[in-house]
């Protein structure tokens, strides 16, 4: 049945509003929460790598997904690996994980030069966009546009 409904759903068109966030070639912001009381442990899949910040009695507390390729960059001529499919469970919503987590990932890829992550946000999602911002990430693109299967069409694409 999911395979079924995954089918049907590449043949919707779906509307896409985002903001395009890049990991910035100059140092991140420093981020001086004190975390000290969670892990990261990265498990990585062929197609993308998961982090998972564990709190002391080894939960997970939260997750955000490192996809190794997204096709929606090819509207902005470029590639690299995508941050998204974050989740932060209700009861640990507010005290930092999400900035704390993109601030960490971006600091493995700036440490290796690589300056090619971004992070892709729904315009209406506030509370992800104020962790984007306060993790350092600066927004560099605004994209609207429909797609439908593999294409997309009636692109507008704003350059910031």
Request: aromatic share 16%; glycine share 6%.
């Amino acid at each position: 049945m999911n395979y079924l409904r995954s089918i049907i759903n590449k043949f919707k068109i779906i509307d896409i509003n985002v903001f395009i966030y890049k990991l910035p070639n100059i140092n991140l912001l420093h981020f001086d929460k004190n975390m000290s009381r969670y892990s990261i442990k990265i498990k990585k899949e062929p197609k993308r790598d998961v982090y998972y910040v564990l709190n002391n009695e080894n939960q997970i507390v939260h997750r955000s997904f490192v996809f190794k390729k997204v096709h929606l960059l090819k509207l902005i001529k470029t590639e690299g690996r995508v941050i998204g499919g974050c989740f932060t469970p209700e009861n640990y919503r507010g005290q930092g994980l999400y900035p704390f987590i993109l601030n960490t990932i971006g600091r493995e890829y700036f440490e290796t030069n690589d300056f090619n992550l971004y992070i892709i946000v729904d315009k209406t999602n506030l509370a992800s966009i104020r962790g984007i911002e306060k993790s350092g990430f600066k927004r560099v693109n605004s994209i609207t546009t429909k797609r439908f299967g593999i294409f997309y069409f009636n692109t507008n694409i704003e350059y910031i």
